[in-house]
T-cell receptor, first 112, second 112 residues
Framework: RKEVEQDPGPFNVPEGATVAFNCTYS??????FFWYRQDCRKEPKLLMS???SGNEDGRFTAQLNRASQYISLLIRDSKLSDSATYLC?????????????FGAGTRLAVHP | EAQVTQNPRYLITVTGKKLTVTCSQN?????MSWYRQDPGLGLRQIYY???????DKGDVPEGYKVSRKEKRNFPLILESPSPNQTSLYFC???????????FGNGTRLTVT
């Protein structure tokens, strides 16, 4: 089993739709979680950190479920510009910078 | 502007010809690292550095070298490139060990 797993997609959704991605992680001691967005052939950019209590940033909501070991990203009212690959990033434990783990990404395609 | 700068953006070379990819950050970040990204595999860490003169191997260090003589620079050296090192490379920096990463804009390397 991979340490961080994501559904590769693609998720094809119309504009205005709500879409959600999950990311599962295998190390229960994982401490920090992030969602990054990566446009085609460009560098990943931080979308949002994921906090234990869940957090929202505009149309984006991130949640953490420690019991089931997954994080989620919900995008409401999808825009064409949301089309990208979304990477889940997990830091397994404090002081484990060398163990930063990336998921392979979930591709989202928003169409008119 | 706070940024991580990589050069070159594109590089085509032949097997065995030594090359260096430069990386520089202007954010006074302690942590820097190199990743390679291959389809279906996500980003994998090559080397990382926690401070000047402190470097360590990541998950896929074979065939690569790094140095950290100054805080801002973290070059990636391929002494004898091989075709299996054809990939998209990203340099990243971070303020602390569990802070979000800031990525450079990538170097697409092709080794023939």
């Amino acid at each position: 089993r991979k340490e961080v797993e994501q559904d590769p997609g693609p998720f094809n959704v119309p504009e205005g739709a709500t879409v959600a991605f999950n990311c599962t992680y295998s190390n229960s001691a994982s401490q920090s979680f992030f969602w990054y967005r990566q446009d085609c052939r460009k560098e990943p950019k931080l979308l949002m950190s994921v906090y234990s209590s869940g957090n929202e940033d505009g149309r984006f909501t991130a949640q953490l479920n420690r019991a089931s070991q997954y994080i989620s990203l919900l995008i409401r009212d999808s825009k064409l510009s949301d089309s990208a690959t979304y990477l889940c990033v997990v830091i397994p434990f404090s002081g484990g910078y060398n163990k930063l783990i990336f998921g392979a990404g979930t591709r989202l395609a928003v169409h008119p | 502007e706070a940024q991580v700068t990589q050069n070159p953006r594109y590089l085509i070379t032949v097997t065995g010809k030594k090359l260096t990819v430069t990386c520089s950050q202007n954010m006074n970040h302690e942590y820097m690292s190199w990743y390679r990204q291959d389809p279906g595999l996500g980003l994998r860490q090559i080397y990382y550095s926690m401070n000047v003169e402190v470097t360590d191997k990541g998950d896929v260090p074979e065939g690569y070298k790094v140095s950290r003589k100054e805080k801002r620079n973290f070059p990636l050296i391929l002494e004898s490139p091989s075709p299996n090192q054809t990939s998209l490379y990203f340099c990243a920096s971070s303020l602390s060990e569990d802070s979000p990463l800031h990525f450079g804009n990538g170097t697409r390397l092709t080794v023939t």
